[in-house]
């Protein structure tokens, strides 16, 4: 796969590249620290990966990280799992997320947006004077370093403090959005048994607002170790008995009093989606994301304290710590909590209208559906201010890079990023000084030797492999919680190639360095040995104009034979019929391959997602394989079970 033939969709110009913080800190490494001066990003980044130390070593100075102990060589053991980052170094994460209070006390350090989309600043002194009073309380309650501090908080300033605060005092922060059902949060929460937690009575959403304090009461009685918990007005009703009030909490002027923690002690738990058992608790570290954030954020995506960071995200998604971490590069944070699509389906722009947002990101799927609700931002917004947007969640499929080309600016640098939870960061996607080309994510991300790789282990260039990752990468997981001899997290990552990360992505990387993703590995159709990613077949179906939403999967049946049906979910008022079957059909037989067209078309009422918005392919693939409900899925995992019944009933029959 290669588009060298084709022209980019976005070419920088001389100006962009001239002063990108990447192209900066090229020059300066060079200088330094040994790395190539010429060759642009493609040598800066075969540099950072060949080596390795000198990169990283590059990475804090540049970003002047405040070691409180120095460390004694950037990188000790270097064997994954386990590698050993900075050795005898001691920091705070918090205490660099809040160093723009020191010289611009009075900018802007957040903007928080609800539904009515008049966004409400909070500056860097009053952020610094909160986490300092909370961090203060929190230090009274008993809490030290590594006990753990949850959150059932929506995308809210009081979500920023907590976990700032949380993080100054060397405690681990973990949080889940107010949607996720008590269920579901016990799932998470009970596996790392936190010490306070914080809550909301509620939140709002569509229009509507959702009471939420029968689930807190919920939570109170099944984490039996909560020594407080903390009563977050969003509803505007009293503190329950037995808990404390949040204004309390923050309102001494105290400055913060950072706990200087080990470079690898814990800063947070993120959860993988569950769909299949408990979620994984993912532990990732103070100084591993620290570096692993200022490198992506400053030099990926160049942002600085002119910046306006909007990311449209919810607490229990790694993306909501990724933009946290916007504050680590002196960039004016966007925390909007809301409907994506209210009171129409052109919120999010209006939101990065009214805020000046720089870069902007979403999902691709917010995207699609933009291109079909026929909207149109750059004509309706003021969208000047933005420099770029970014995508993740799934891959961006061709037509959206067309569509914000023509529908947002002409000018415009399109990220699709592709990471994951496991390293809360991208393995591949932004560079602000390289072209961008329809369908590709631009690059791998600078020190990550991102590969991908045949079955043999073989790397390969232009065709479809595992992704791979063969050098450790800072933000990669410490541990996993209840883990205790490391079994879960090699099993996770190291089995297939030991000492090499396997993500579970189809990718392939083109001659030209750029990356294009094919979806899950692990739920791969192979029709007569031709693999192809899920998303190449959902990119391709839903160009119709009359499918919302598909769900393709393949099925190894037991006489040896091979099931591929797909699920479509219509738009209102459009049918399956034999016209649009044939046009389904046709499409993927031109577009895709004849051996992928598939056996069945059946409409289904909708498609089952994971809480962060994935497509749930393998639970619905064991569904169809006579797997009982209770065991092919975590129920707290699923945004809407009732939709499983339907694959449930439909393997009954098929085995009927």
Known sequence: M???????????????????????????????????AEGGYPALHRWSVDELEAFWQAVVEWFDIRFSTPYERVLGDRSMPGAD??????????????????????????????????????????????????????????????????????????????????????????????????????????????????????????????????????????????????????LGTPAPEGTLAWDDLVAADVEPVYEQVPFSHPLWVLYSSGTTGLPKAIVQSQGGILVEHVKQLGLHCDLGPDDVFFWYTSTGWMMWNFLVSGLLTGTTVVLYDGSPGYPDTAAQWRVAERTGATLYGTSAA????????????????????????????????????????????????????????????????????????????????????????DPSGKPVIGEVGELVVTNPMPSMPIHFWNDPDGSRYRDSYFEMF??????????????????????????????????????????????????????VIGLEEPDGGYWMPLFVHLVEGATLDEELIARIKGTIRTELSPRHVPDEIIEVPGVPHTLTGKRIEVPVKRLLQGTPLAKAVNAGSVDDLGLLHFYETLAAARRG
């Not at 060298?4 to 620290?33: C, G, K, N, S």
């Not at 300092?132 to 809210?156: C, F, I, K, Q, T």
């Not at 993080?167 to 306070?196: M, N, Y």
């Not at 990613?533 to 959902?538: F, L, P």
Request: aromatic content about 8%.
């Open 85 to 234: 980052w900075f050795p005898g170094a001691t920091l705070n994460y918090a205490e660099h997320a809040l160093r723009a209070a020191d010289e611009r006390p009075h900018d802007t350090a957040l903007l928080h947006v609800d539904e009515t989309h008049d966004p409400v600043p909070t500056t860097w002194g009053e952020l610094r004077r909160q986490v300092g009073s909370l961090a203060a309380e929190l230090r009274a309650l008993g809490v030290r370093p590594g006990d753990r501090v949850s959150g059932y908080l929506p995308n809210v300033p009081q979500s920023v403090v907590a976990l700032l605060a949380t993080a100054a005092v060397g405690g681990v922060w973990t949080s889940c959005a107010p949607d996720f059902g008590a269920r579901s949060v016990l799932d998470r929460f009970q596996q790392v048994e936190p010490v306070v937690l914080f809550t909301v009575d509620g939140y709002r959403y569509g229009g509507k607002e959702h009471d939420r304090r029968d689930t807190v009461a919920e939570l109170r009685a099944e984490l039996p170790t909560l020594r407080a918990v903390v009563h977050v007005p969003l």
């Open 498 to 551: 030991p000492g090499v990360w396997r993500h579970g992505d189809w990718i392939t990387i083109t001659d030209h360095g750029s990356v294009v993703i094919h979806g899950r590995s692990d739920s791969t159709l192979n029709r007569q040995g031709v693999r192809m990613g899920s998303a190449d077949i959902y990119e391709a179906v839903e160009r119709l104009p009359e499918i919302r939403e598909s769900l």
């Open 366 to 453: 917010y995207v699609m559906a933009c291109a079909k609700a026929d909207v149109h931002p750059g004509r309706d917004f003021d969208l000047s201010a933005v420099k770029c947007v970014a995508t993740t969640g799934s891959p961006l499929p061709p037509d959206g890079f067309r569509w914000l080309h023509d529908e947002v600016r002409e000018n415009l640098w399109i990220a699709s990023v592709s990471g994951g939870t496991d390293v809360c960061s991208c393995f591949a996607g932004a560079v602000p000084t390289l072209p961008v080309h329809i369908g590709e994510l631009q690059a791998a991300g600078l020190g990550t030797d991102l590969q991908a790789w």
């Open 2 to 36: 290669t588009s060298a033939q084709t022209e980019p969709l976005w070419q920088p110009d001389e100006e962009r590249i001239a002063t990108a913080a990447v192209t900066r800190f090229q020059a300066w490494a060079a200088e330094h620290h040994g790395a190539p």
